[in-house]
């Protein structure tokens, strides 16, 4: 059975840092890439960051670029999102979603694009 499972959501202040985590399990990073997507109330949900860990290949949303950090550790089947420099407009339900890591032609910002997803954690950055 496919599940992801995230934590390390919570409340913290402006210019704090927070890590999520993403366990996955049913399936190994090697064949799933994991995308981090947030929803803020009466928002849609958008693209935070991407991972293609058989190449390493990631991505981030403009608004977070040099702010979060995603890696992987294979080994544990897991994905990180280190967010630092948190602001107000970062409070949001956080995400995160596989798909398969040959995915091509559809950006990885794309949330339909994705097979799987976890059933969030809750940011929320105060000042």
């Known amino acids: 059975e496919v599940q992801l499972v995230e934590s390390g959501g919570g409340l913290v202040q402006t210019g704090g840092s927070l890590r999520l985590s993403c366990v996955a399990s049913g399936f190994t990073l090697d064949d799933y890439a994991i995308g981090w997507f947030r929803q803020a109330p009466g928002k849609e949900r958008e693209g935070v960051s991407y991972i293609r860990s058989r190449d390493g290949r990631t991505y981030y949303k403009d608004s977070v670029k040099g702010r979060f950090t995603i890696s992987s550790d294979n080994a544990k089947n897991t994905v990180y999102l280190q967010m630092n420099s948190l602001k107000l407009e970062d409070t949001a339900v956080y995400f995160c979603?596989?798909?398969?890591?040959?995915?091509?032609?559809?950006?990885?910002?794309?949330?339909?694009?994705?097979?799987?997803w976890g059933q969030g954690t809750q940011v929320t950055v105060s000042s």
């Open positions: 979603a596989a798909r398969g890591s040959y995915t091509y032609g559809v950006s990885w910002s794309v949330s339909k694009s994705y097979n799987y």
